[in-house]
């Protein structure tokens, strides 16, 4: 399909779902996950979520509690450098802002060719260390295994749904029998599911248009080829839209480089050779979602870093590992929106509210306003500044 299709498409079962709330999912459900839940639901049980405790291994229970608490550590630092609110006083004027996180988010979790229990972590935490206070996870039913659900015990979240695609997207938004809507819809998506965040937003906030993914890596000619070249397969693993871009000062490195990846992974590689200066510039025009520095002198580059979701410093640091563990949110912005956009994080849960505050003191004030409102004409807004000025 077409953009023009694609949109259509969207807008259609949006619509569905916004008039027949359940019923269409349902519909949906069938249609595209070949399911039929008319009679137990979809909406995960409380079980179902306990026993996943007993179906996952201990070395990804101990992995995903180091992730969980590495990521929460990160949020509560990055909340910790956000004054919760502020006041400025001048001429007797307050004015000032506060903080206050949203009351619901609704957490896409992807489903495709892997299940992603790394989103539940890297959308839910930064969401429950903003205070959300009801967060909701949804994802297409043959992605709720067992790692996703344990991952949502260790974040605390209870309200999760076998759906997926436009159909949650839209149950979300607008509500449904069995789904009540929220005020945000965070979490990366295909281009379906991008397509119905763009549509209902406005209706209900999102985070961003997240996909397919990228990674730009700037390697010197001394990094070991076999990083690279890891790297680099990493991300095509992906799915078959995403990209990778290799910027390296060496001929010779290069040659080594592509010796180690399959001739079909090529196809969704970019790569050039250039000096580390201009490879910086290169990506600053790109904006990538990761950006690697497989570089040894990386602090001399980070400094020229403008437009990145996300940046790996030093040969030993690959984007696995912001993936899964470090701690910033792995959702981040692509299709060059690193010009403008930041990756999710607990600031994205959180809404900013101006705080204005005038006395009897403010005559002058109340003149200036009112002279304003003359000029556009606004009579009752004059006349509300000048009963004031009375006073």
């Known amino acids: ?3 023009k299709q694609i949109r259509n498409y969207t807008a259609d079962i949006i619509e569905d779902v916004r008039k027949n709330g359940d019923k269409a999912v349902l519909k949906y459900l069938k249609r595209f996950d070949g399911v039929d839940l008319s009679k137990s639901g979809y909406r995960v049980s409380q079980k179902e979520i306990d026993a996943a405790s007993e179906n996952v291994s201990p070395e990804f229970k101990r992995a995903i509690k180091t992730s969980y608490a590495n990521v929460l550590a990160f949020h509560k630092r990055e909340l910790s450098q956000i004054k919760k609110s502020w006041k400025y006083v001048k001429n007797s004027v307050i004015t000032g802002q506060f903080y206050t996180p949203v009351s619901s988010a609704g957490l896409y979790i992807p489903g495709g060719r892997f299940p992603y229990p790394s989103t539940v972590i890297m959308t839910a935490v930064a969401a429950k260390a903003a205070g959300v206070e009801r967060i909701v996870i949804v994802s297409p039913p043959k992605n709720i295994t067992a790692e996703v659900l ?6 605390a979240v209870k309200e999760i749904y076998k759906v997926g695609g436009i159909a949650a997207i839209a149950a979300l938004a607008y509500g449904s029998e069995t789904i009540e809507k929220v005020n945000i819809i965070a979490g990366p998506g295909n281009m379906y599911v991008n397509e119905a965040k763009r549509q209902v937003f406005g209706d209900v906030g999102i985070d961003s248009l997240a996909g397919p993914s ?8 001394d990094v070991p080829e076999k990083y690279a070249a890891a790297d680099i397969m990493a991300q095509v693993e992906h799915d078959p839209m995403a990209r990778a871009y290799l910027f390296c000062e060496c001929k010779t490195k290069i040659a080594k480089i592509k010796a180690l990846l399959p001739k079909e992974a090529l196809k969704q590689v970019v790569i050039e050779r250039c000096s580390l200066n201009k490879a910086v510039e290169k990506t600053n025009a790109l904006a990538p979602e990761h950006l690697e520095l497989l570089v040894k002198d990386y602090a001399k580059l980070v400094k ?5 979701g996300a940046v790996f410093a030093g040969w030993q640091t690959p984007t696995a590992a912001g993936d899964y563990w470090a701690g910033p949110s792995h959702v981040l912005p692509t299709n060059a929106s690193a010009k403008f956009a930041s990756g999710l994080s ?9 705080y204005i505050e005038l006395n009897k003191k403010n005559k002058k004030a109340y003149k200036e306003i009112a002279a304003l409102a003359q000029a556009e004409g606004m009579a009752y807004h004059k006349k509300s500044a000048v ?4 006073l």
């Not at 990228?214 to 000619?221: F, H, M, N, S, T």
């Not at 020229?304 to 990145?308: E, Q, Y």
Request: charged share 35%; proline share 0%; with cysteine.
């Open 387 to 390: 009963e004031r000025s009375v």
């Open 346 to 354: 607990a600031a994205t849960f959180l809404k900013r509210t101006s």
């Open 214 to 221: 990228e990674v730009a890596i700037i390697a010197d000619r």
């Open 1 to 3: 399909m077409d953009k």
């Open 304 to 308: 020229d870093v403008k437009n990145a």
């Open 150 to 155: 344990y991952a949502a015990k260790i974040c």
